[in-house]
């Protein structure tokens, strides 16, 4: 017995305006077939879309090439907008002319008075206390590149300001190491239980036959211990030069502004 096939055949305007009638009834209204077409569509839909985003993601993954270029990305996909990229800068120089006035402590060419120096260990103090920290030597580790984004989630997780460092590029406290030294040089004690409190330890680069060390805030060590790896900034610069790659400075006060900070992540002397 021969079986009759009913071949409904439909333009296109007439395709789409039943697709589109059938995407705008509610579910309870359409047939179980008109129902089964939409969710159908919706899934395919769907998929397109989390392919289109995934192909955008990659794009852009192609054009990070060094830390700006994936800071910027960054800061895209936290939508921060001008305005506010514009205010994080002017925090950051806040900061900055904080830093280094007490470097001049640190290096004796102040040449001010010692309320002058009281004045300043209250203003570091509440400083710290308000804001924190943030560990520029996390530069050293090449976070930003594909291979270590297991680092680098882990330092987003930490939601202080070491984090909105890796995250923005852009400092919101104060730069642990310049801290650290200060607070060693003028005995400065901060209170327990605060995030100044953490205790600085040091780290030998893991690199085999290297004994060069770096000193760090005990909670980013101990990051580092969780993923294993850490490399100094020496083995990093014989790793770059190796591969033709010319050593690049790469903090800066403002976006044009000259560098501030050495390849240790300390703020250089201005």
């Avoid at 879309?49 to 895209?76: G, I, N, P």
């Avoid at 020496?234 to 903090?251: D, G, L, M, R, V």
């Amino acid at each position: 017995m021969a079986i009759k096939v009913k071949v409904i055949t439909e333009t296109k305007e007439e395709l789409d305006a039943r697709i589109a009638a059938e995407d705008s009834t509610p579910d309870a209204e359409l047939s179980r077939e008109q129902l089964q077409r939409k969710k159908l569509r919706d899934r395919k839909r769907r998929q397109r879309e989390k392919e289109a985003q995934q192909k955008a993601v990659q794009a852009e993954a192609e054009k990070v090439t060094d830390v700006h270029s994936f800071w910027e990305l960054q800061r895209r996909k936290a939508g921060i907008t001008p305005d506010q990229l514009h205010q994080m800068i002017e925090r950051q120089n806040e900061i900055l002319d904080l830093a280094e006035v007490m470097r001049e402590y640190l290096n004796g060419t102040d040449g001010t008075t010692p309320q002058d120096l009281e004045d300043t260990i209250d203003e570091v103090a509440e400083e710290v206390k308000a804001h924190g920290t943030a560990g520029t030597e996390i530069i050293l580790t090449d976070f930003w590149k594909p291979e270590r984004k297991a680092f680098f989630d882990l330092l987003v997780s930490r939601g202080d300001a070491t984090a909105n460092f890796a995250r923005t590029g852009v400092l919101s406290g104060l730069p642990s190491s310049v801290v650290h030294e200060f607070q060693q040089k003028f005995a400065q004690k901060p209170e327990a239980g605060t995030e100044a409190y953490d205790a600085y330890v040091t780290v030998q680069c893991t690199t085999r036959g290297c004994l060069n060390t770096t000193s760090m805030k005990m909670s980013l060590a101990t990051q580092y211990a969780q993923l294993g790896n850490f490399r100094c900034g020496s083995c990093i610069t014989k790793e770059q030069k190796a591969q033709a790659e010319s050593p690049k400075t790469i903090f800066y006060k403002t976006v044009s502004e000259g560098p501030i900070f050495d390849q240790y992540g300390r703020l250089r002397d201005q």
